[in-house]
């Protein structure tokens, strides 16, 4: 059983990951832009999708509704 949250719930971390997988960016191209290894934004976004009960397609729909 899971209980999404809402985005502004996570540690500022992995919102900023999620921001910009919403936004369309690649897990190379946000680890590039925030100085992380991919494997570090993989972590983030993974714990992010479990949190919100999301994927990754349902991102952009999420950070909407929750603004």
Do not use: M, W
């Amino acid at each position: 059983q899971t209980c999404a949250l809402p985005i502004s719930a996570l540690p500022s971390a992995e919102r900023r990951v999620v921001e910009l997988a919403a936004s369309g960016l690649r897990n190379r191209e946000i680890a590039q832009r925030l100085f992380l290894s991919t494997k570090t934004v993989e972590v983030h976004l993974s714990r992010a999708y479990r949190k919100l009960d999301v994927g990754r397609d349902g991102l952009a729909a999420t950070l909407a509704a929750d603004a």
